[in-house]
């Protein structure tokens, strides 16, 4: 069963850090781009942060400087360290990616975690 499981939300005071962990696991043959997404009550979701297998990035606006995507491709893990987290940024954060399941690739969504800042 092929699925991501997200790590590393909490509660954090504004201007603090934290690191969110999304891993791949089951028979996956190989994983293209990756990214965060995030949805706020009431509002709809949106892309922080994207990458490709490459290594190529893509940040919204609001975050630009503030948070880096990476990501670790032996072990099908992508990771989103936020830095200098403002209250704005609380919402429910959702890892986002595309797995090559030869001979079709497919889109998977992780299960959220709750990112949650104070001010």
């Known amino acids: 069963q092929v699925q991501l499981v997200e790590s590393g939300g909490g509660l954090v005071q504004a201007g603090g850090s934290l690191r969110l962990s999304c891993a791949a696991s089951?028979?996956?043959?190989?994983?293209?781009?990756m990214g965060w997404y995030r949805q706020a009550p009431g509002k709809q979701r949106d892309l922080v942060a994207a990458?490709?297998?490459?290594?190529?990035?893509n940040y919204a606006d609001s975050v630009k400087g503030r948070f880096t995507i990476s990501r670790d491709n032996a072990k099908n893990t992508v990771y989103l360290q936020m830095n200098s987290l403002k209250p704005e940024d609380t919402a429910v954060y959702y890892c986002?990616?595309?797995?090559?399941?030869?001979?079709?690739?497919?889109?998977?969504w992780g299960q959220g975690t709750q990112v949650t800042v104070s001010s």
């Open positions: 089951g028979s996956i043959s190989s994983i293209n781009a």
């Open positions: 990458i490709t297998s490459g290594g190529s990035t």
């Open positions: 986002n990616a595309h797995l090559r399941l030869d001979p079709y690739e497919y889109e998977y």
